[in-house]
């Protein structure tokens, strides 16, 4: 079973900057894509980021020239510096690794989520 595991969530005032990392518990290149989620109260979960094996990016509008993704096979780790943060940030954010089998279907695992909280 795959676990995933994020960390560096918190607490910080709006402008500043946080960066969230999430670790796998097997090969990170087992999988064909990363990504960051989040989820605010009374709103539908959104993609944040994410990036594919083949290391592309893609970011969700709001977070686009602010947030960066990233990944490090040494370390089964996937990052998201988060800058500039706004209050509309706030949200829990969760760590999603997926890959497709031999059929084609999409299998995802997801992390346990971390709190993200920007001031006014």
């Known amino acids: 079973q795959v676990q995933l595991v994020e960390s560096g969530g918190g607490l910080v005032q709006a402008g500043g900057s946080l960066r969230l990392s999430c670790v796998a518990s097997?090969?990170?290149?087992?999988?064909?894509?990363l990504a960051w989620y989040r989820q605010a109260p009374e709103k539908e979960r959104e993609l944040v980021a994410s990036i594919t094996l083949g290391g592309t990016s893609k970011y969700g509008e709001s977070v686009r020239d602010r947030f960066t993704i990233s990944r490090d096979s040494a370390k089964n780790t996937v990052t998201l510096q988060m800058n500039t943060l706004k209050p509309e940030d706030t949200a829990v954010y969760h760590c999603n690794a997926w890959r497709f089998d031999r059929l084609g279907d999409r299998h995802d695992w997801w992390g346990q989520g971390t709190q993200v909280t920007v001031s006014s």
């Open positions: 097997e090969s990170i290149i087992r999988f064909n894509g």
